[in-house]
């Protein structure tokens, strides 16, 4: 996002994505780890100061269904709070196998 938010907006956006991971795809609260990146100025000469680029990695396997589902509540979240609309939204989803996701020294299948 671009920089100069304050630390509620900020806490909000990470929030919102964070209930929306747990409500939609089911991902434990333990296993949910989140980066938040900014930068000075417009991040891209079409996007509005309120523009948000989500990517999110997950394991393989969810459905179509349950992938939409997850836009759609990560839309809903962000535009209860911090007030961002789904048009200022970008979210990406990568997708990897198990045995290409490492934790404790073992991969994670």
Not at 55 to 60: D, G, K, M, N, S
Not at 70 to 92: E, F, H, K, M, W
């Amino acid at each position: 996002m671009v920089s100069g938010k304050t630390q509620e907006y900020r806490k909000a956006v990470l929030q919102g994505i964070r209930e929306a991971l747990k409500e939609a795809v089911g991902v434990p609260d333990g296993a949910i780890e989140q980066v938040l990146y900014e930068v000075e100025g417009d991040f891209s000469s079409r996007e509005p100061e309120s523009g948000v680029v989500i990517e999110i990695t997950l394991f393989e396997g969810r459905s179509r269904e349950i992938k939409s589902e997850l836009y759609r509540t990560i839309a809903r979240n962000l535009a209860q709070s911090p007030g961002i609309a789904a048009r200022d939204l970008v979210i990406a989803l990568y997708e990897i196998p198990r045995e290409n996701w490492g934790t404790g020294g073992r991969p994670a299948e």
